[in-house]
């Protein structure tokens, strides 16, 4: 007769060879992640972070204190480089011009790059994925390379002292990037939703400005803020092409106001915070929409 083979009871610990239980598996040991992982990233964050709160505090502080105590907080408090920075004609000469290229190399980005990239994601034809390997390599071919071949093509087409003349090449150097993040947003809309479109008789050019912009929202603005940061800190291609003192951008009268007034170190720096405000506002409000965007582009 074969013996029985009892079950094992509930609750009894099961045994592995040998007799011994086996090993349960740790659970939140590393629950509260990696300190390791959260000292760099607090290094990282001190290095960003501190000039420019060192830069806001020195706005505050006058010549004097930044020459006895480099690093301190104001004692007493100084307002007047801050308000003598906003007083300035000049001042918001520069941020009209740095807002104005900004916003048309933004709008350029965006209709362009979504027109550029809906195609690429919603169309199948010979060559696509050639044709998007293209804009791809267009990310490893940065603006400084043609610095010298744009600035003499902004010259032929006298574009010089023109905002056309910065925001137009600014935009054709953003476009491969935005065509990068919004294809693969746009390849993740469901293709069921064009078809129905299609069958209440809606034509392809209805479906993108009807249905596909508005839906790809998060993808716009994603690249927009990005493009719109972008030209607001551009230096280099103002640099040449804006030789005029009434057309430049804040970043050239940053360089222009340190030169000026290279004695005044605390006005310097209350200049070259409230240049960078704008830029830093605008990219903070629309933070989560930045990350909606890229979360989408990832999806996809």
Do not use: C
Not at 46 to 71: C, K
Not at 105 to 119: C, K, L, N, R, S
Not at 267 to 285: K, S
């Amino acid at each position: 007769m074969s013996t029985p083979v009892l079950a094992p009871t509930a609750g009894a610990p099961s045994t592995t060879r040998g007799g011994r239980p086996p090993r349960r598996r740790r659970s939140g040991v590393n629950a509260g992640g990696n300190p390791l992982v959260y000292a760099i990233a607090l290094v990282v964050v001190a290095v960003t972070v501190a000039p420019v709160v060192y830069a806001v505090l020195g706005g505050f502080r006058s010549n004097a204190q930044l020459a006895s105590e480099p690093v301190g907080l104001p004692d007493p408090w100084v307002l007047s480089n801050y308000t003598n920075v906003l007083t300035s004609d000049t001042f918001w000469r520069y941020a009209l011009n740095s807002s104005v290229i900004a916003l048309v190399t933004t709008a350029v980005v965006a209709v362009f790059g979504v027109m550029a990239a809906y195609p690429l994601a919603r169309y199948r034809f010979r060559g696509r994925e050639a044709l998007f390997l293209v804009f791809t390599l267009g990310l490893l071919f940065p603006l400084t390379v043609a610095i010298i071949p744009l600035f003499l093509m902004v010259r032929d087409l006298q574009l010089n002292n023109t905002f056309w003349g910065v925001a137009l090449p600014q935009a054709a150097f953003a476009l491969p990037m935005t065509i990068v993040i919004l294809r693969p947003f746009l390849m993740a809309l469901p293709k069921e939703l064009e078809e129905a479109a299609l069958l209440d008789g809606t034509s392809r050019i209805g479906f993108f400005w009807r249905i596909l912009l508005p839906l790809s929202g998060p993808g716009i603005v994603t690249v927009g803020v990005l493009a719109f940061v972008a030209s607001w800190n551009a230096y280099l291609l103002p640099l040449l092409v804006l030789n005029d003192p009434g057309a430049k951008t804040l970043p050239l009268g940053v360089a222009d106001f340190s030169s000026e007034h290279a004695s005044d170190t605390a006005g310097v720096l209350a200049f070259t915070t409230l240049a960078m405000i704008p830029a830093l506002i605008f990219f903070l409000a629309l933070e989560k929409r930045i990350v909606n965007g890229l979360q989408g582009a990832v999806k996809g």
